[in-house]
C-alpha cells in the first residue's frame, strides 16, 4: 500500500495489491489516509478484524498497536455502527478523546468519564471501563447497533482494585461485537488469548516483542555512564540491535568502574551487606549511610550534554519529585529558549485560567510555573489536574525537557521520552520496600524512544552500594511480567448477575472468568502430579514389602510410639517451664540458687528480683564466677530451689569490678555445693509407652536385617499420601472456588434481606446501582436511613469516609466536624462492624474499613470554605494533604454521592445534589479542556 508515493512495482504486483485491497476494502481506506506504512503485527491485528474476529495485540509501548483500535473506530463509522474506546483512567480517555476529535471531528466522537459527559450518543464514543460496565448491567439503548470495543491498556484486568470490571465486560458483552484488546507484552499472551476465544469466540492473538526504536541500556557510576551490555552477537537482521538478549556480557568498562565503586564505599567505612533488606549482587543495591548518589542537577546536565534530553527520571515518591524539581530550579538550570519559554507560558495560561486567583499561592501556582518556563516539572498523582494535564502538553510539544514522575506516568498517558532515568530499583508496595519486577522495569523504561523522532532510546539506572550490574541486566531482558486475574465477585455484582441471570446461570458465568480459567489450569497441573504420585504409592508398596511381615503395619506402630513420646515430652517440658516461672517469681534480694547449665553454671545471688505485671521474671543475678547480667526463664529447665541466702548491702554497684568480686568471694564462703543436673525422669513409667514399646519389638518385620529399607520405601509413600491429600483439597477449591463465593455471598445477602430466592427486593435495587467497594455499606446506611437527618457538609463528611483512604505517611485525625457528623459515622461504623462480622463468619473478605481522615477537610469545602481553609484543616488533624490528593478525593466523593443520589428518597435524595453543588466548585470543578 503505497500511501500516495510513486509505485515502481510490476504489473503482477499491483494486480495483487488490487486484489487485496478488495478482499479487505476498510483496510485499504484505513491505510491510505495513513502517513505511514502499517507494520507487519499491525497489518495482521487489522485484517483479523475485517475478517470478522476479535483480536488481542500484546506489543511494547510505543509499538503503536492503538493503531488497531483506531482501525476499529474507522470501520465503524464507515460502516454506520458504533464502537466504544475504553480506557483505564480518564486521563487516558481524555487523550484519546482529542485524538479522535481531531481525526474524525466532533461530532463523530463522544466523551464518558465520571468528570465528562460530551456527545454520549456519538458513534464512537471513549469512555472509562467502568462506564462501560454500568451500561451494560443497565441494559443502555446506547448499546444498541454496538459492533466494537476497544479495551486499551486491557493488562489491567490484573490491577487488585479494579481488574474485575475488565472482565465483567468481556464476559456481558454481545457475542457479536468484535473486542479489541490492546496489552502491553505479557508472557502468557498465548493463555489469555485461549480464554478469551473460550468466552469470545474467534480471536487473533498478535504478539509483537520488537521495539520500533531501539533501546540501549546504561548504568551511571558517579558522574560516568557506561553501557550495560558489551559487544552485540547477533543482529544480522537489524531487529536484535538494542535487544539486551543479544549482547553476550556486561560491558567489562561497567564492571570494573562498579567493582572500583564498591571497593571505595567499603573503604570510607560503608557496608551495603548490613544494610536492611539488601545484599551485594542484589538488584536494587543500598546506599548506605555515607553513599551520596550524583546531584539530580548533575545527572540532567549530563544526559543533556550527551544529547538525550527530553527525559523521565522515576523516583517512586511524591516528595522525592518536588524536591528534585526544586533542586534542579534553585542550581539556576535552564533548559528552555526564549521562544520556547513564550509557547510555554501561552499553554499555561490556556490551561488555568480558570484558577481561582486566591488559590494560586497555596497551589504553589508560581513556583510550578517557573520550573516549566525553564524546561523543567513533575508530576504525580499528587498534583492539580489541570498541572498534570499541563506538563503533559508541554511534554508532547517538546517544550518540558525533564519530568520527575511517580511510575503512574508509565501507566497508559502517551509521554514517550528520548531517555528513562531510574533513581531506585525499588518502590514501596504499601506494605514495604520491594525490589522492582522485570515488567515494572520494562514498563517503565518503555517510555524511552519516541517513534517518528528519535532513532533509539535510552535507559539509564543510577549505580548505588550493592547494586550488581548482572542483577540488572536481568532485569532489563527477561520477558515481561505474566498476566494475573484478579476476578472476584462483589456484592454488587452478584445482585445484578442475580437479577439477570439467576443464580446458576451467574455462577456457571463466574466459571467462564479469566480467574478460573488460570484456576483450572493450575487444577489440570496438580491433578497431573496426584495421579503420578498414586502410581508412585503403588510402586512404593512393592518395595516396603517384607517376607517376615506386613511393613505398613509395622510402620503404623513406629508412628504411634514416636508421636507418644513427643506427646509426653510436650507435656513434660511445659510442667518444667510452669515450675521455673513459679520459682523465679518467688525469688527474693539475697537468695542463692543455682544456674545448671552454659557458660554461666554455678551458684548465683540475686540482686533484683524483677518480676513483670504478666507475671514474667528476669532475674539480676552475680554469678560464683563475677558475671552480672540479667537471666529468663528459658536460662532454666525445671525447679529453682533457693539454696541459701546472702546479706546484700543496701546498695550494690554490680557494674564495678570490684563490688563483683567481693560478692563472688561472699557467695562462695556461704560453703553451698552446687548440684548437678537432675536426670529427666524417665517417661518409661507411662503405660500406652511401655506397651507401644512392647509392640514394635515383637513385630516380626523389627527383626528383619532389610527393616530400615523397608521403612524408608514406607515413609515415601506416607509423605506422597500426605501430599496426595493436600493436592485434592487444593484441586476441590480451586474447582470451584468462585462459585462458592458468590453462593456465600448470596447467602449473606439473603440473611439480610436484598434477594428473595433469586429475586431482587427494594433493598436489592438499591444495592444494584451502587458502585462502590463499601457497597453494602452504603446500601444498609440507605436502607437504615441513618444519614437522612444530616445536612450537605455533614453529609459529604460521613460518605467520604467510605471512600478515602490515607497513604501510608498520613494520619486519621481525631476531631470530627460536628456532633452530627459524629453520631452519623459512629452509627455507620457500628452498622460496618456489624456487616464485617457476618462476613468473617461466612468465610468472606471482609469490607473496607472506614477512614475519617477526610471528613475535616470535605465538610469545611462543602460548608464554603476556600482551598486553603479545607487543606489547613486537614493539615491540623494530621493528613497533609497535597491540592490534587484534596480534589481526586472530593471528587471520588461526588461520584458516590451522584449514585446514592439516584436511588435515595427524599429528603436524602436532595441534601445529595446540594452536597454535589456545595462540592463541585473552584479547583474542584476544573476538568480537563
Known amino acids: 500500500m503505497s500511501n500516495g508515493s510513486e509505485d515502481n512495482s510490476s504489473p503482477a504486483e499491483r494486480y495483487l495489491a488490487s486484489r487485496e485491497r478488495a478482499k479487505y476494502p476498510d483496510l485499504a481506506s484505513f491505510v491510505a489516509e495513513l502517513p505511514f506504512e502499517l507494520d507487519a503485527f499491525q497489518d495482521q491485528g487489522c485484517r483479523a478484524l475485517e475478517d470478522g474476529r476479535g483480536v488481542l495485540v500484546c506489543a511494547p509501548t510505543g509499538a503503536g498497536k492503538t493503531v488497531v483500535g483506531e482501525f476499529a473506530v474507522h470501520r465503524a463509522l464507515t460502516r454506520g455502527g458504533k464502537c466504544f474506546y475504553t480506557t483505564p483512567i480518564k486521563a487516558l480517555s481524555n487523550q484519546k478523546y482529542a485524538d479522535l476529535v481531531a481525526r474524525y471531528g466532533a461530532s463523530s466522537v463522544g466523551l464518558l468519564t465520571g468528570d465528562s459527559s460530551i456527545n454520549p450518543h456519538a458513534p ?42 475488565w472482565e465483567e465486560v468481556i464476559l456481558h458483552l454481545d457475542a457479536s461485537v468484535q473486542l479489541v484488546g490492546l496489552s502491553a507484552t505479557v508472557s502468557n499472551a498465548e493463555e489469555f488469548g485461549a480464554w478469551l476465544q473460550e468466552v469470545r469466540g474467534h480471536t487473533t492473538v498478535v504478539v509483537d516483542e520488537h521495539r520500533p526504536v531501539p533501546l540501549w541500556q546504561h548504568m551511571m557510576v558517579g558522574r560516568r555512564m557506561f553501557d550495560l551490555f ?63 548518589p550524583p546531584a539530580r542537577v548533575d545527572v540532567i546536565e549530563k544526559l543533556d550534554g550527551a544529547g538525550l534530553l527530553p527525559a523521565i527520571t522515576f523516583i517512586f515518591s511524591r516528595a522525592g519529585c518536588e524536591a528534585a524539581v526544586e533542586q534542579c530550579v534553585k542550581s539556576g538550570m535552564r533548559l528552555t529558549t526564549q521562544a520556547q519559554r513564550e509557547r510555554i507560558r501561552a499553554v499555561i495560561d490556556r490551561r488555568s485560567v480558570d484558577l481561582p486567583e486566591a488559590d494560586l499561592a497555596v497551589l504553589g501556582y508560581w513556583e510550578w510555573r517557573e520550573a516549566l518556563e525553564r524546561g523543567i516539572a513533575a508530576h504525580h498523582a499528587g498534583m492539580l489536574p489541570v498541572f498534570k494535564e499541563t506538563v503533559e502538553e508541554l511534554f508532547v510539544a517538546g517544550l518540558i525537557k525533564t519530568v520527575f514522575a511517580t511510575e503512574t506516568l508509565a501507566l497508559g498517558i502517551n509521554m514517550p521520552a528520548r531517555t528513562v532515568v531510574l533513581e531506585k530499583l525499588t518502590k514501596y508496595n504499601g506494605e514495604g520496600h520491594v525490589d522492582l519486577t522485570a515488567g515494572e522495569y520494562t ?60 443464580q446458576q446461570r451467574a455462577r456457571q ?13 493450575t487444577v489440570v497441573g496438580m491433578a497431573r502430579q496426584v495421579t503420578r504420585n498414586v502410581e508412585n504409592i503403588a510402586a512404593h508398596a512393592v518395595s516396603m514389602e517384607c517376607h517376615l511381615g506386613n511393613t505398613e503395619e509395622y510402620f503404623s506402630l513406629i508412628n504411634d510410639l514416636a508421636a507418644r513420646e513427643k506427646e509426653l515430652a510436650k507435656g513434660g517440658g511445659a510442667r518444667r517451664r510452669e515450675q521455673t516461672q513459679t520459682d523465679l517469681a518467688a525469688l527474693r534480694r539475697g537468695d542463692i540458687i543455682a544456674i545448671r547449665g552454659g557458660k554461666r553454671s554455678g551458684l548465683a545471688v540475686i540482686l533484683d528480683p524483677m518480676v513483670a505485671a504478666d507475671g514474667s521474671s528476669r532475674p539480676l ?29 543496701k546498695h550494690v554497684e554490680h557494674a564495678s569490678p570490684g563490688v563483683r568480686r567481693e560478692l563472688a568471694a561472699a557467695l562462695l564462703a556461704q560453703g553451698i555445693a552446687a548440684p548437678r543436673r537432675e536426670p529427666r525422669r524417665s517417661a518409661g513409667e507411662d503405660a500406652e509407652l511401655v506397651v507401644l514399646r512392647r509392640a514394635v519389638r515383637a513385630h516380626p518385620v523389627h527383626g528383619c536385617a532389610d527393616r530400615d529399607s523397608h521403612l524408608q520405601w514406607a515413609r515415601r509413600r506416607a509423605n506422597l499420601f500426605s501430599e496426595n491429600a493436600g493436592l485434592s483439597a487444593k484441586v476441590d477449591s480451586a474447582r470451584d472456588s468462585l462459585g462458592e463465593a458468590l453462593a456465600r455471598i448470596l447467602g449473606l445477602l439473603r440473611s439480610r434481606g436484598y434477594l428473595a430466592g433469586d429475586r431482587l427486593t427494594d433493598a436489592g435495587r438499591v444495592l444494584s446501582r451502587i458502585w462502590s467497594e463499601s457497597d453494602l455499606v452504603v446500601a444498609e446506611c440507605l436502607r437504615e436511613q441513618l444519614w437522612d437527618h444530616l445536612g450537605a457538609p455533614d453529609l459529604a463528611a460521613v460518605v467520604s469516609a467510605l471512600v478515602f483512604e490515607a497513604r501510608r505517611d498520613l494520619t486519621t485525625p481525631s476531631h470530627l466536624p460536628t456532633a452530627a457528623s459524629a453520631e452519623a459515622l459512629a452509627a455507620t461504623s457500628k452498622l460496618w462492624a456489624s456487616i464485617t462480622g457476618e462476613e468473617s463468619a461466612r468465610g468472606l473478605a471482609t469490607s473496607r474499613e472506614l477512614d475519617f481522615g477526610f471528613a475535616g477537610a470535605i465538610y469545611t469545602w462543602a460548608d464554603g470554605g476556600t482551598l486553603t481553609e479545607a487543606l489547613a484543616v486537614a493539615a491540623y488533624g ?20 451522584d449514585q446514592i443520589h439516584t436511588v435515595a428518597s427524599e429528603p436524602l435524595a436532595s441534601t445529595c445534589k446540594h452536597a454535589v453543588g456545595a462540592l463541585r466548585r473552584g479547583v474542584v470543578a476544573l476538568v480537563a479542556g
Open 621 to 649: 543475678v552475680l554469678t560464683e564466677g563475677t558475671w552480672a547480667g540479667r537471666l529468663a526463664s528459658a536460662d532454666f529447665s525445671g525447679p529453682v530451689p533457693i539454696l541459701g541466702r546472702l546479706r546484700l548491702p
Open 443 to 502: 514498563q517503565l523504561t518503555g517510555r524511552a524512544g519516541r517513534r517518528g523522532i528519535d532513532v533509539e532510546g535510552h535507559a539509564v539506572v543510577l549505580w548505588a552500594p550493592g547494586m550488581d550490574p548482572r542483577a540488572v541486566a536481568g532485569l532489563a531482558s527477561k520477558r515481561l511480567y505474566p498476566l494475573r486475574s484478579s476476578f472476584r465477585p462483589s456484592y454488587n455484582m452478584a445482585v445484578n448477575l442475580t437479577d439477570r441471570l439467576g
Open 124 to 165: 464512537v464514543v471513549v469512555m472509562t471501563t467502568e462506564v462501560l460496565r454500568n451500561m451494560l448491567y443497565a441494559d443502555s439503548v446506547d448499546l444498541d447497533d454496538l459492533t466494537s470495543v476497544v479495551m486499551d491498556e486491557i493488562h489491567y484486568l490484573a490491577d487488585k482494585f479494579r481488574g474485575a470490571v
Open 230 to 292: 558489551g559487544k552485540a552477537i547477533s543482529s544480522e537482521d537489524g531487529r536484535d540491535e538494542g535487544r539486551p538478549q543479544a549482547y553476550a556480557r556486561i560491558d567489562p568498562a561497567l564492571a570494573k568502574a562498579a567493582a572500583d565503586a564498591e571497593a571505595r564505599f567499603s573503604r570510607w567505612g560503608g557496608d551495603s551487606r548490613s544494610q536492611r533488606g539488601t545484599a551485594r549482587g542484589s538488584v536494587s543495591g543500598n546506599r548506605g549511610t555515607h553513599f551520596r
Open 878 to 897: 494530621g493528613a497533609e494533604l497535597p491540592a490534587g490528593d484534596f480534589v481526586r478525593w472530593c471528587r471520588q466523593v461526588i461520584d458516590l454521592l
Open 509 to 521: 458465568l463466574l466459571e467462564l472468568s479469566f480467574a478460573q480459567f488460570q484456576s483450572n489450569a
